[in-house]
């Protein structure tokens, strides 16, 4: 686990610690629902729920206007050679069911 962030700690709160902030947050990263986060975590979905929004709009709120703040779970660009390969391979899959 990384150390929290300036968001994390933002986003904290009295029962919920910076790191598990940050440990939510990867989590989340990873794509595990907010179910499989919570148990993890020792929350409810709610609570999970709750924790990504404060970090959310921490992260709108103090951000520079200069560089814009990039997710890592961002959709890829068009044209992207996995999500090419991914719609090309599902074309093929179906082709000649009818």
């Keep these: 686990m990384t150390a929290p962030d300036a ?6 709160s009295r029962t919920t610690p910076p790191d598990v902030v940050m440990f939510i947050v990867e989590e989340r990263r990873k794509g595990l629902s907010l179910r499989e986060i919570g148990r993890k975590a020792g ?11 404060r970090y959310t709009a921490a992260r709108s709120a103090h951000s520079d206007d200069e560089e814009p703040v990039r997710d890592e779970c961002e959709p890829m ?22």
Excluded at 7 to 12: D, G, I
Excluded at 85 to 92: F, K, M, Q, V, Y
């Design 7 to 12: 968001f994390a700690r933002l986003a904290a």
């Design 43 to 53: 929350l409810c979905m709610e609570g999970v729920r709750q924790v990504l929004l």
């Design 77 to 98: 660009c068009a044209g992207h050679p996995v999500s090419m390969d991914a719609i090309w391979r599902g074309l093929e899959r179906w082709r000649g069911r009818e």
